[in-house]
């Protein structure tokens, strides 16, 4: 994929990570914070999502009615970004402090999916990464006509992506997880 756009400037390119790193950290990925904008005013918001790699897409879903939905019809200019931090990184000087992390982030198009068939898809891609271990029509009632009427379903058509990491040795001196910390 052709990640060269004006959006994407790499700073430290030994940190980035090629297309396949992206597509299995989209899948891992616990969850992402997508941006949209209505006018000069940005909007952020954590949103459960699945990436098809078919489709090239990211699929979340949510209200019929609110600013999302406000936003995505007036602008689909739309940046997602995906990210971990691994352990922080103590040093003798505190301007050289670090922490280990990986992230990705995409720019595209967003949309409201509105075939009723690619909503069901989008729902059912959603169901499968979080809850792997439960079957559709075993476990659960698949998505209805029913809950499309009450649910919308989201669509980026990603244009462009970067993926960065930085990970240090496991023996560094005295790194630490923030959660082992902080309680």
């Known amino acids: 994929m052709d990640t060269s756009n004006d ?3 790499m700073r430290r390119k ?7 790193w992206i597509k299995a950290f989209l899948a891992r990925a616990g969850f992402g914070v997508m941006a949209t904008a209505l006018g000069d005013q940005p909007f952020l918001v954590t949103r459960n999502f699945a990436y098809d790699e078919g489709r090239h ?10 600013r999302t939905i406000e936003n995505v019809q007036a602008n689909p200019r739309v940046c997602f970004s995906v990210s971990e931090m691994g352990r922080l990184l103590p040093d003798t000087r505190a301007m050289e402090f670090g922490v280990e992390f990986a992230g990705v982030v995409a720019f595209g198009n967003i949309s409201i999916v509105t075939d009723p068939q690619e909503a069901r898809h989008g729902l059912q891609l959603l169901c499968d990464k979080y809850f792997p271990h439960m079957k559709p029509n075993m ?16 669509r980026i058509d990603i244009e462009s992506w970067s993926g960065k990491e930085k990970k240090v040795a496991d023996d560094f001196p005295s790194a630490f997880y923030f959660t082992d910390i902080v309680e």
């Open 7 to 9: 959006y994407i400037i």
């Open 14 to 20: 030994e940190r980035g990570k090629d297309d396949e």
């Open 57 to 66: 897409a990211i699929y979340m879903h949510g209200a019929k009615k609110g």
């Open 139 to 154: 476990d659960y009632e698949p998505a209805s006509d029913a809950d499309l009427k009450i649910t919308a379903v989201f």
